[in-house]
């Protein structure tokens, strides 16, 4: 009985250091999240309209047929950007996204390119078997993505569409909605979607009217510094809101196991007294047989 007490008691030092671990997680996502969900909401309306700019551009210079932006004749291999963290404990954050973009490059059936950002996205494609570019990889941004980080992914899916290596271009993360829901999302870069521009030229025909570009120096230049910031501002914002999903996620988790454990806690704790009551019952029980016995002898 005693052993099982002082496992008992083991068991409930180790779960309670455990709640101190997972509660201080759970602190410093929730400061984190505020900061990273302040980024995303000044970041989205540049890309949101960054997106709208490509796609009128686009949809007013019919006959600019500039490299980026003209679909190919037949789609052989799809660029895919797959956003997740460098670390775990964050729920079903990155396993989501991973299925997520599994699912969507299975759906193509076209043949894949992977751009891996977050050390859970190269280890999950990794131990599958799957063959990429280790230098198409990038680990240590996802906590807090910069522009530099966004420039160099841009960079390496745009030369591997211009070049002809890439015929479509796909960005998987994790949207953003609230602290209580992130939403797999892939998103179209390159060429530009046509169902943008369908919508676009609806908008326009809608209004009456669109928007009149002269081109000075000639659209293909234009275009050619335009489409650059476009891949890169969308990218940017899907680390952005790749980052605040995953600190909200990891809140969430954190605060799930801080609160299980603490009724594991309460559960371990009445286990251990109704043993030590036991015990305490047994010890006393013994007790008065030896004494009852002691008085039977006295009188004998």
Do not use: C
Not at 70 to 91: C, F, K, N, Q, Y
Not at 143 to 165: H, K
Not at 253 to 261: E, G, L, Q, S, V
């Amino acid at each position: 009985m005693a052993q099982q007490l002082r496992a008992i008691k083991r068991r409930i030092s180790s779960v309670k250091s455990t709640q101190k671990i997972t509660s201080a997680m759970e602190l410093i996502a929730s400061s984190r999240v505020v900061r990273a969900q302040q980024r995303v909401e000044a970041a989205r309306p540049y890309a949101e309209e960054m997106r709208r700019l490509m796609t009128s551009v686009a949809a007013n210079a019919g006959r600019v047929d500039h490299p980026l932006l003209s679909p190919r004749d037949e789609v052989d291999t799809v660029a895919t950007i797959v956003v997740t963290s460098d670390r775990g404990l964050a729920g079903a954050y990155n396993s989501n996204v991973l299925r997520f973009a599994e699912r969507d490059m299975e759906r193509h059936g076209h043949n894949h390119s992977l751009y891996l950002v977050g050390k859970k996205a190269i280890t999950y494609f990794k131990f599958r078997g799957y063959e990429f570019d280790e230098a198409n990889t990038w680990q240590g941004i996802s906590d807090r993505p910069g522009i530099d980080d966004g420039r160099n992914v841009a960079r390496a899916v745009t030369e591997a569409f211009r070049d002809g290596q890439a015929d479509q271009v796909r960005l998987v993360y994790t949207k953003y909605v609230s602290a209580l829901t992130q939403r797999p999302t892939v998103t179209q870069l390159l060429p530009l979607p046509k169902e943008d521009l369908d919508e676009m030229a609806e908008e326009s025909r809608e209004q009456g009217r669109g928007p009149s570009y002269e081109f000075e120096p000639d659209p293909e230049e234009i275009l050619g510094l335009l489409v650059p910031r476009y891949v890169e501002g969308n990218i940017l914002q899907g680390l952005l809101e790749s980052a605040a999903s995953e600190h909200a996620a990891r809140r969430r988790a954190m605060k799930a196991a801080t609160d299980n454990a603490s009724d594991l806690i309460d559960d371990l704790t009445r286990v251990y007294n109704q043993a030590r009551q036991a015990e305490i019952t047994t010890e006393i029980m013994e007790v008065i047989g030896g004494a009852e016995a002691l008085s039977s002898e006295g009188r004998e």
